[in-house]
């Protein structure tokens, strides 16, 4: 019976070990597999080209990329939405007379590179 009972804790400690290190390895997983926060970057980059050109199209006021910057600082990928998130601001640190933010376009980048979501401010 004794010889039994080591046996059986020695089952449930290996056991619960594994799942120890199984669930760890889980955790590690940050969801950023795909591309890293450059190519996140560069993607977003080109699709805020392309709502910028046809913003200038459409609108009386311009936008010119000079007054526009990506600061990589702020790039991070989120847990929550499983995607990269980058911004651009205005350099001059205004979006209007009225407001105090500089930013100016928010992208969602996925990990296999896609654009999931996208908010512009013009």
Known sequence: MVKSLAHVKKIMM???SLM???SLFGCAE???GGIDNEKA???AMAQFEKDLQEHNEKSF????MDDVELLSKETHFS???KAWKI??????GLTSEDSATNSIAHYSV???????QKSTSF
């Open 14 to 16: 290996t056991v619960v």
């Open 20 to 22: 120890a290190v199984l």
């Open 79 to 81: 847990s929550e939405a």
């Open 30 to 32: 940050d969801g950023t």
């Open 110 to 116: 996925s990990p296999g590179g896609e654009i999931i």
């Open 61 to 64: 006021k311009k936008i010119s």
């Open 41 to 43: 970057e560069v993607i």
């Open 87 to 92: 911004t651009f601001n205005y350099k001059d």
